[in-house]
């Protein structure tokens, strides 16, 4: 008897054990953790069901559903040329040279060595994981091939130069329509140029004699703007100040002329009013002026000299 109950306990002891343990992997497998540069694809038998966002999430246990999480919030870099830390301090694959996805034939027949870096986010994590077998390689193979395909359009001297922004530009928007042609949940952020160096030997110090020519260049070209901006100014407002006083004393010249025009259009209409009196008013105030004139000297007038008096002798000045 003693033996049975003992058996009986055993049992209930293993059943409570296995049903803890079903209970805990039930929990363990129903929850999962996304972090916050992350999204989760989520897969129920090998099917896609959702996607989720940052945080605690839940999914039927036991691996009826399985989360794939991917990073959506952060930047990542490939580099083209060479290995190492990009100039924006991003940590790049290993460290060691890879020449031959560098050297590039340009559009005058002449090999240069151009490295870069593209810079990508996924923005659909479904489309990234499902749409393309082998990413990095995927990636890697049509930045290379856009990338040959632009410095195989332009000579060596304006790959060096001038159309390093339009090349960096032109890459971007290509790389960005053959991801979105192959569905593939990526955006490219920017494609940047590094080194872009002729080959060693007489072409390279030949370049490099260019470039600094037009390093040369560019230092006069500068300081001429520099002489333009400081002298144009100047002169500019030497001009707006001599306008500005010949229109002020044109102003001027034109009130006088307008105020001696009034004050004669006035005395015409007194002097249309009243003839006589107008003309004997401005005889006197003619004659006032006049005898009034000559610092202390008296002024006579008289055709004849028939009404002329010895002043001086009366001790008077003529």
């Known amino acids: 008897m003693n033996g049975i109950k003992h058996f009986n306990i055993s049992q209930k002891l293993v059943a409570a054990v296995v049903a803890a343990l079903i209970v805990i992997a039930i929990l363990a497998t129903s929850f999962f953790s996304v972090d916050q540069t992350e999204n989760a694809v989520v897969l129920r038998f090998g099917k896609y069901v ?8 839940m999914k039927l246990p036991l691996g009826i559903e399985r989360n794939y999480n991917v990073e959506t919030a952060v930047v990542k870099t490939l580099s083209f040329g060479y290995r190492g830390i990009d100039p924006y301090g991003t940590s790049l694959q290993g460290a060691f040279m890879t020449p031959d996805e560098s050297m590039m034939l340009t559009g005058d027949l002449n ?13 659909d994590p479904r489309k990234y994981l499902f749409s393309i077998h082998d990413k990095e ?14 410095v195989g359009d332009l000579p060596i001297l304006a790959i060096m130069t001038s159309e390093r922004t339009n090349i960096e530009y032109e890459a971007q928007s290509a790389m960005q329509e053959i991801f979105d042609r192959y569905d593939s949940g990526i955006d490219i952020v920017a494609v ?5 160096m002729p080959p060693e030997g007489e072409v390279q110090d030949a370049f490099e004699d260019v470039n ?30 001599i306008i500005s006083e010949a229109e002020g004393y044109a102003a001027e010249r034109i009130n006088m002329a307008k105020g001696d025009t009034a004050r004669f259009t006035a005395m015409l209409e007194e002097y249309e009013k009243n003839k006589e009196t107008t003309a004997e008013r401005l005889y006197i105030e ?11 000297r008296t002024t006579l007038i008289d055709k004849t000299l028939e009404n002329y008096l010895p002043l001086e002798i009366m001790g008077g000045n003529v």
């Open 192 to 196: 940047k140029l590094q080194n872009i």
């Open 50 to 57: 959702r996607t989720v966002g940052p945080g605690l999430q």
């Open 111 to 123: 090999i240069v060595d151009v490295e870069w870096i593209v810079q990508y986010r996924i923005s």
């Open 137 to 150: 390689t995927t990636i890697r193979d049509i930045s290379q091939s856009v990338m040959n395909q632009l």
């Open 286 to 296: 003619t004659m006032e002026e006049v005898l009034t004139s000559g610092e202390g």
């Open 212 to 241: 600094k020519a037009i390093q040369d260049m560019n230092t006069l070209i500068n300081e001429g703007k520099q002489y333009y901006n400081q002298e144009i100014p100047a002169a500019q407002g030497e001009a707006d100040k």
